[in-house]
Structure formats: structure tokens, C-alpha cells
């Protein structure tokens, strides 16, 4: 077979919407169709958070299809002025296309919203099989017809309508091919709409649906706001006191933007575990993020000052943040300027700003609130030491188990308070510095340091039966709690003390190779805990970056990995006007060189860090190129690869 031909011709770029046809799950979810139907309500509820609309109307019809209504502003119709297309046109089908860029403009369209990249409608348009949009503006409304991601009817004016009204409605056939299954989810839907109706106060929100011989029609109104809704969430749990609520939102600037901060409503409960939903400008984060850390913290910090204020603390107990959370039933809908997700589907929020925004915001009026209602705060305060003092019994049997057994730990392991291995990590730290810098960062709950002396030995060709010939390497296996063994073989993993093994080391080129030369003493005699995502890299950053307040933009404090990502902030500074020379840039030496916090909110934090798993895709591929960078007779290799992939290699020396 001749072999297919590489040239310039073979490089290909895909415009427009392509990209999310070629590879859906990339931008939404494939399982149904609900994500981008939910896309065409948060534009809509985007106009009625900026005070535009006072009414979003949803139909799901008979053949699957759904509309979406409000009577906002509508989108533009007329020509853009760079692409010479109706602007309308270019929102359905160009990705990165949108009003939601600018935030911090005292005249931006969208000041506070979820769209952050301008590829929502347009993932929405790129799905289905047939769009139709319909505006009114200006006068006259205006329809455009897509069919599969392209125009299938030009923009065109239908009809004059009174010049006071406006809005956008939208008509969406999902694309059954893109989806696992062709059905919105009704209860996913029914969520989505139902949640607008809490966030914004005085919206109407209206579902409609079509049945064979009629339509039913519920209509949702929260007169008691959060509180309302939270106590529909409670249903038959009794929540201990009463539903503490509140809204607290920036006034003037002070590190935080005005309009930023939360509102909330939350309970905590004595018979059943903790739940609730969170939301960040409107958006669904199921998955929660730092806005609900933030919160979590505020109400643990409360708790325990009221607490330790009426002297409720048994002697040898501690309240942790969980002993809490565990127990409470909340809502949360924070407004952040520039949101930050995880991926386009938006299910967790990951602004740092986020958790002490909002923990700073809800911890004093919850704090006052509970000295004023001191019987409801005894109540609520009985129930969170009860879950601490069990969590601490469950602990201390554990704790005795492990004292009878015949291993000593390292003297190098700085071990953590709790056993579940669920949640405990183990960070490998290189010197004293490092170490003792990490340990004062590190939540000591869950959180054990090991430092390492000096970098590990290779230990590629090291016979497993003469491996702990090597102090380090022995004492590491002691701390993890299992032995070295093979691949493709069934290792007792029962002892194994941490499910979150993390190599801690300095971003620069010696820090890179301490962790591959940890990395390979897992792969080659560890490999089952890669296998099963035990394995991790953390990321700590190489600068610190201080961007002075400008006007009503408040001061940053930012942080990046490499030299990339630090010119990437220093160019978006400089384009929104800040002066290079008033930008400070620190560029650590060394994990050591970080202060305690600047560790624990950069590397070590489970809700602002960046954590790596180790994953293996391709095992001959993998074990090739260990082999070739690794072993002692395979130098005239690594020779000819460097000279081939030298000029590849971004490093920091």
C-alpha cells in the first residue's frame, strides 16, 4: 500500500462551526440533547439577569423539538460591521461570536453572565437539523432558518410589529446522530427552568408541554426567593433552628468588582446527609466549585466561632469543615465578573476569587445571625460536634490498628489525621525547604508530606529483589503502604494508605526531573497504582504575577505555571490598557520560596489547584519511550531523538 502523501496540502482548518460537529462531546453533553436546549435559556435568562426581560417562555413540543422565548432586547440584526453578515447569522454560526466579552466596560452589553467564550447558541445550532429563529427589534420582526448548522433561509423582515416590543425566540430540532439518546430529559428540563424562576426575582418563567390533545402549562414564582425554594428542597426534613438567607453583594471596589458577591439559603438538618444546588451567574455547577467552597467555609467558620464562644467544645474534639457540610441543606447563586469552568458544559466553577468572596460574605451575617438566635445556635452547634466527636471515634479505632502493627513509618512522612483513602494524599517533596514549606501549608486532615533528600534513583533497571537496597525507595514503599511487584500482575493493594499519591516538585527543569524519575519508579514497579488512578503530578506555579487596580478593574493577584502562560497574562493586561512597567512579576525559586498560602491556594487546595492523573493510553508506545529515555544502553537513541526533538522542548533553565 502506498503511503499516503504529507505535504502543505495536508494541513487542513476547520471553520465556522466544524469543530463541534466533528467532536460534540467536546463542547456539550452527548448523552441527550437537554445541554444545548439549556444553552438557548441561558441566553435568555442572561437578558432577564440584566434586567431586560421579565419573561422566559419554554414549549416542549409533540416531535421533540423546543422553543425558547423572552421579550429582551433581541439579538442584533443588522449588518456586522467586519464580517458583512447580519449579526444574527454570525452568533448561530461562528464559534467565539458574542457580546460577552467585554464585562468591565461601563457600557457592556452583558455584565454579569455565564457566556464566556461565545460558543453557546452556536454549539446549539451546529447540533441540531433545523434552527429557527425569530426577533423583534427596531420595529419589525425579523426570521432566520439554519438546517444544519448553515443558513437554509436568509434573514428577513416578516412583519412590522409595535416599536416597543422586542425579544428572541428560538426553535430548536436536536440532531439525533450527535446523541445517545434523541430525548430531552423533562425532569433535566423541568430543573433548568424551574431554577431560573429562583434566580430571578420577578421573572416569570412559564414550561409548556405539548401532549396528544392538550397543552399543560406550569408557571414558577419564589415570593420568599431562596428560602421558598430551599424549603420545597427540605420536603420532609426537619431542619435543625430555622432557614438562615441572605444576599451580600460588593458596593465599592475593595479586591472585588461591585455587583460581585452571593446570595443564598441554607439549613442544616440532624436526620439525613447534606444536599443542595449551587449556581454561578445563572449557571447550573452540579458539580460545584469554589463559589461552594467559599460558602462551606463562611458557615464552618461561623459555626465554630459561636462554639468556641459559648464554650460547647468537648475537650479533645476539633470541628473540621466537613463535620459541618455534611449537614447542611443549602442554595447558592454567586456573581462573579469573569467566570472561570471546568470545560464548556460549565459543571464547576474554578475562579479562586471565588472562595473567599463568597466565604467572606456569608460568614458575619451568619455569625450574627446565630448570636442573636442563640437557642437555634446551641442546636445547630449540638449537632455538628456530635458528627465531629463520632467522626474522631471512628478515627481513634483506627488509629489504635495501626499502632499494633509491626511497620514503622518513615521518619521523612509528615502522616495526616484521617485513614479513609478515599480522600487522604500524600505529597512527595524534594529538601528541606520544600518540605518544611509544605507542611505548614497542607491541611493536616488529609493531607501527608514525605521529603525526599536529594532526587531519586533511577530505577528503571533495578531489579525488584534489590530495590530496597535503596533507603528512599524503601522508605517510599512504606509510606504508601504497598510493595513493588509487576506489571500485569495482582498486587495486595489492601494496605495501601493513600488514594492520592502526588509528586510535589519545583517547576523548573530539576523539579521536572525529580518527578520523571519518580514517575518511572511507579511505572516500572508500581504500575497498579497508575492502573488505578492513584497516581498524580501537582502543578505549582514558576510566577507571580501583581496587575494593579485600573479605574473600577480591581487588583489581581495571578499566578502561572510557565513562561507561556505568563506572557499570555502579561499581553491580556497590556491589551485592557495596564501599564507593563506597574505589572510585578516575582518568579519563584522553589516550592521553599512560597509562602504557606501562596502553597495551599496554588498547589495544594483540592478547589483551586491543579492536580494531574496519571494515565497510560498507549502501553507499547509508553514503555518505548521510557525504555529509550531511561536505560543506561539506549544513549546513541536518546542522542539521535534529541537532535531530531531538541528544538521542541520548552524548558525553563
Not at 454549539?123 to 441540531?128: C, E, H, I, P, R
Not at 425532569?187 to 431560573?196: N, Y
Not at 466565604?359 to 451575617?365: E, I, N, Q, Y
Not at 491556594?601 to 514503555?623: F, G, K, N, S, Y
Amino acid at each position: 500500500m502506498a503511503e499516503k502523501k504529507y505535504d502543505e496540502s495536508s494541513v487542513q482548518k476547520l471553520r465556522g462551526i466544524e469543530p463541534v460537529q466533528r467532536l460534540p462531546g467536546m463542547y456539550t453533553r452527548t448523552g441527550d440533547p437537554t445541554h444545548i436546549i439549556q444553552e438557548g435559556i441561558d441566553n435568555a435568562a442572561d437578558e432577564a439577569f440584566g434586567g431586560h426581560a421579565d419573561r422566559i417562555d419554554v414549549t416542549l413540543h409533540r416531535d421533540g423539538s423546543v422553543t425558547v422565548t423572552d421579550n429582551g432586547r433581541g439579538i442584533p440584526v443588522g449588518m456586522h460591521p467586519e464580517e458583512k453578515i447580519p449579526t444574527v447569522q454570525l452568533v448561530f454560526t461562528e464559534l467565539h461570536a458574542g457580546a460577552k466579552f467585554s464585562k468591565t466596560a461601563a457600557d457592556a452589553a452583558y455584565k454579569f453572565s455565564g457566556g464566556l467564550h461565545g460558543v453557546g447558541v452556536s454549539v446549539t445550532n451546529a447540533l441540531s437539523e433545523r434552527l429557527e429563529v425569530e426577533v423583534k427589534r427596531e420595529g419589525a420582526v425579523h426570521r432566520i432558518v439554519f438546517a444544519d448548522g448553515v443558513v437554509a433561509e436568509k434573514l428577513k423582515k416578516l412583519r412590522p410589529c409595535p416599536p416597543r416590543e422586542s425579544g428572541t425566540s428560538l426553535r430548536i430540532w436536536p440532531n439525533k446522530k450527535y446523541f445517545d439518546s434523541p430525548k430531552v430529559s423533562l425532569s433535566d428540563l423541568e430543573r433548568i427552568v424551574r431554577s431560573k424562576a429562583v434566580l430571578l426575582p420577578g421573572v416569570q418563567v412559564t414550561l409548556n408541554i405539548e401532549g396528544p390533545k392538550e397543552t399543560t402549562s406550569r408557571t414558577w414564582s419564589y415570593p420568599e426567593g431562596m428560602k421558598g425554594y430551599l424549603t420545597e428542597l427540605l420536603a420532609d426534613a426537619q431542619p435543625v433552628g430555622a432557614i438562615f438567607d441572605g444576599e451580600n453583594y460588593v458596593k465599592e471596589a475593595n479586591g472585588y468588582a461591585v455587583g460581585e458577591g452571593a446570595g443564598w439559603a441554607f439549613a442544616l438538618v440532624d436526620e439525613v446527609k447534606g444536599f443542595g444546588e449551587s449556581y454561578a451567574n445563572l449557571i447550573p455547577t452540579p458539580a460545584g466549585g469554589t463559589h461552594e467552597s467559599g460558602l462551606r467555609d463562611g458557615i464552618f467558620e461561623a459555626v465554630k466561632s459561636f462554639a468556641e464562644h459559648h464554650n460547647m467544645m468537648p475537650r479533645g474534639i476539633k470541628l473540621m469543615a466537613d463535620d459541618v457540610w455534611s449537614k447542611t441543606v443549602y442554595f447558592l447563586s454567586a456573581k462573579v465578573l469573569e467566570p472561570q469552568f471546568h470545560g464548556q458544559t460549565k459543571e464547576k466553577l474554578s475562579n479562586r476569587d471565588a472562595f473567599k468572596l463568597v466565604a467572606s460574605m456569608v460568614r458575619d451575617p451568619f455569625e450574627l445571625w446565630l448570636s442573636k438566635h442563640v437557642e437555634w445556635g446551641r442546636k445547630i452547634a449540638e449537632v455538628v460536634i456530635s458528627q465531629a466527636v463520632e467522626r474522631s471515634r471512628s478515627v481513634q479505632k483506627v488509629e489504635r490498628k495501626k499502632s499494633s502493627s509491626v511497620v514503622m513509618l518513615p521518619e521523612k512522612l509528615t502522616d495526616c489525621e484521617a485513614t479513609n483513602i478515599k480522600e487522604n494524599e500524600l505529597f512527595l517533596v524534594e529538601g528541606d525547604s520544600a518540605g518544611g514549606s509544605a507542611k505548614q501549608a497542607r491541611d493536616k486532615r488529609f493531607q501527608a508530606i514525605y521529603k525526599m533528600r536529594g532526587k531519586a534513583l533511577n530505577s528503571w533497571e533495578v531489579k525488584r529483589e534489590v530495590l530496597f537496597s535503596n533507603a528512599e525507595i524503601h522508605d517510599i514503599a512504606v509510606a504508601i503502604g504497598v510493595d513493588p511487584h509487576a506489571a500485569g500482575s495482582e498486587p495486595d493493594l489492601s494496605g495501601l494508605r493513600y488514594g492520592k499519591i502526588a509528586s510535589m516538585t519545583d517547576a523548573d527543569v530539576d523539579g521536572a526531573h525529580i518527578s520523571v524519575l519518580l514517575l518511572t519508579l511507579f511505572y516500572r514497579h508500581f504500575p497498579a497504582l497508575i492502573e488505578r488512578g492513584h497516581i498524580y503530578v501537582a502543578s505549582p506555579p514558576l510566577y507571580k504575577i501583581d496587575i494593579p487596580a485600573q479605574g473600577k478593574r480591581p487588583a489581581k493577584k495571578l499566578y502561572a505555571l510557565d513562561e507561556e502562560e505568563r506572557k499570555s497574562i502579561f499581553d491580556r493586561a497590556r491589551d485592557d490598557g495596564i501599564k507593563t512597567d506597574s505589572i510585578k512579576i516575582q518568579r519563584f525559586k522553589g516550592l521553599g520560596e512560597m509562602n504557606p498560602d501562596q502553597l495551599w491556594e496554588t498547589t495544594l487546595c483540592p478547589d483551586t489547584r491543579r492536580l494531574l492523573q496519571v494515565r497510560i493510553e498507549d502501553r507499547d508506545a509508553t514503555l518505548a519511550i521510557f525504555n529509550m529515555l531511561m536505560s543506561k544502553r539506549e544513549a546513541e537513541a536518546r542522542c539521535t531523538w534529541m537532535e531530531e526533538k531538541g528544538d521542541q522542548v520548552e524548558a525553563d533553565v
